[in-house]
């Protein structure tokens, strides 16, 4: 929210003197301003309080909390009452307890008032408006047959909801009182039986029944819902003596099953048994000690019942063995028989125990804690689905990466990837890069010692070899080219050795090549200068020569045309 303004409006700016007007923000004051309000919206300042106490939001927009100047002309503290609703236009509505009154009777007069009907003598509306048929000599004249004042009703003020309302004006207390008159009318219908029964029973000179008495002196209570049985439902015709008992049959106040949750997700209802195995409020969060349904399942395997089960399941393994008990016949012959049976198991298993311990030792391995008391102390929460699956619990651990790692095959003690040379993996311990090569250790590494690779992937070093050949065989005939000079005679010329050069460079040839450098060059340029969009498609393609590995003079041609901007000589290159 924007700090607060306040604008005057002009009349009183006029009348304020220079040093009382508005002073301008300095530099300083606005951007602390501007810092307090980025506190504000993050939470770290308390908000500003309007004049009731209530704090005002700080992402409001500046143009709604400013206060406009024909809204208050005095200097008032942060407010947004200009943004709310005047009470003087808020419409009052009356409430629930103000009605129309009912049965209201006023009292008539004796005598004449002023200011009342000249016709018929009521205080409430003048002669032009009576209602009563014209007297040949009004109230006012004579005095008599005065009627009573009419009551005004007050004019209610209801809103949508109180005029749609259909217990609006009800009277509890008449209500109350009908309900009341009812049952006394009900009371008095129960004693007119009883007395009418007494006399018939007197009639037919039966001797009473103390127990029929005693039923009779019973409580109200007991009386009504003696008559319970003989209500029907609506809508159905039931006789309460051919009532028959059903299975499972449940009270119809009750809440079903299927609507505790009404989740389609949630526990499976089987209409046909009426039964609910699963929790249904199992995933909803709610306390288990509070539902009011926890399942089929929660009554079958809690309690007793699990221990029915195994006296169940161990008289049938029992019965197949030879001993006759049944757990319904003999309950207590099977409590006895299971008792004997779990003692000598136990004994059994603690002598097989000892004669392990004695025959291999290890007996100090088994003094640890229980595994119920070191894994349960735990604080990890795991939850599995019905088929094994984790759905809450801890992270698993991250792998480092999808391959194996540390993992040493062949007789290697190093891994695959620890060695590089050449442009090729191996393994550090024999310097081997075949990836499934046996360790041939110490030998391994000096035979890659001894070897030399010559990368045919690598074109530069390939040329530069290749340029070392030609300068020996260059050499080489150089030397013969000098011994063949001492042989021959004296009358030779000279001549014939101008056109080489002493380190072997043909200078016919280092004469073409420098003027194919040049017209290289100058094509060059010419397709630079050109349009891109009038260039020839593949202008700039390589020829298949330039593929090649160059020759002696094509390199020194390049030399010589190359432009170095340390020599001092670079900015005579070109001319003649």
């Not at 006394?184 to 009473?208: G, W």
């Not at 090569?437 to 530069?464: H, L, M, Q, W």
Request: glycine share 6%; hydrophobic share 30%; with cysteine.
């Amino acid at each position: 929210m924007s700090q607060q303004h306040f604008t005057l409006p002009p009349s009183i700016i006029a009348r304020q003197k220079e040093d009382e007007g508005p002073k301008k923000q300095t530099r300083e004051e606005w951007k602390k301003q501007k810092e307090l309000e980025e506190l504000r919206k993050a939470g770290s300042a308390p908000a500003e309080v309007d004049e009731t106490g209530k704090d005002i939001n700080p992402h409001i927009p500046k143009y709604m909390v400013d206060v406009p100047w024909y809204a208050n002309a005095g200097d008032m503290g942060p407010t947004l009452k200009h943004q709310r609703l005047h009470p003087e236009k808020l419409k009052n509505f009356d409430g629930i307890d103000k009605w129309y009154q009912r049965g209201v009777s006023s009292s008539c007069v004796t005598r004449y008032r002023k200011g009342a009907c000249e016709n018929c003598g009521s205080m409430t509306h003048k002669r032009k408006d009576c209602l009563e048929r014209p007297r040949k000599l009004g109230a006012r004249f004579t005095g008599k047959d005065i009627a009573p004042d009419e009551f005004l009703q007050q004019n209610l003020q209801l809103g949508f909801d109180g005029k749609r309302d259909r217990w609006n004006g009800v009277d509890v207390e008449w209500h109350q009182q009908k309900v009341q008159l009812e049952f006394k009318r009900l009371d008095e219908a129960k004693k007119i039986l009883k007395s009418k029964k007494l006399e018939e029973d007197l009639l037919t000179a039966e001797t009473p029944n103390p127990e029929k008495k005693e039923k009779d002196s019973d409580d109200e209570s007991e009386d009504e819902d003696k008559y319970v049985d003989d209500m029907d439902m609506p809508g159905q015709k039931v006789d309460s003596k051919e009532r028959m008992s059903v299975r499972n049959l449940r009270i119809r106040e009750d809440t079903a099953k299927y609507l505790l949750n009404l989740d389609p997700n949630s526990a499976h209802y089987d209409p046909k048994s009426r039964s609910m195995r699963e929790n249904p409020f199992k995933n909803t969060g709610k306390d288990p000690t509070q539902a009011p349904y926890a399942g089929d399942n929660f009554v079958r395997y809690t309690g007793d019942v699990q221990q029915m089960a195994d006296l169940q399941s161990f008289a049938w393994e029992a019965y197949e063995k030879g001993v006759p008990v049944h757990a319904q016949a003999d309950p207590t012959k099977l409590e006895m028989l299971r008792r004997e049976y779990e003692s000598r198991k136990g004994e059994f298993q603690e002598d097989t125990r000892k004669d392990i311990i004695d025959k291999y030792g290890g007996e100090e391995h088994l003094e640890a804690p229980p595994k119920a008391l070191i894994y349960a102390q735990t604080e990890e929460y795991v939850e599995y689905d019905r088929r094994g699956k984790m759905i809450k619990g801890p992270e698993k651990a991250v792998v480092k990466s999808k391959y194996l790692e540390d993992v040493y095959s062949n007789n290697h003690t190093a891994v695959w990837g620890s060695f590089w040379r050449a442009g090729k993996w191996g393994f550090k311990c024999c310097h081997s890069t075949i990836k499934n090569s046996y360790c041939t250790g110490e030998a391994g590494k000096e035979a890659a010692a001894n070897e030399v690779i010559v990368s045919d992937a690598n074109p530069f070093e390939r040329a530069s070899r290749a340029r070392e050949e030609q300068a020996l065989v260059l050499r080489a005939e150089e030397s013969r080219g000098k011994k063949k000079k001492k042989r021959k005679p004296s009358g030779s010329s000279s001549s014939d050795f101008d056109d080489e050069d002493v380190h072997g460079v043909d200078k016919k040839k280092l004469n073409k090549a420098l003027k194919e450098q040049a017209k290289k060059e100058k094509h060059a340029e010419d397709m630079l200068a050109l349009d891109e969009r009038k260039r020839p498609y593949m202008s700039l393609r390589a020829d298949d020569d330039d593929l090649r590995v160059p020759t002696e003079e094509e390199m020194e041609a390049f030399k010589m045309k190359k432009l170095r901007p340390d020599d001092p000589m670079a900015q005579f290159l070109g001319q003649k």
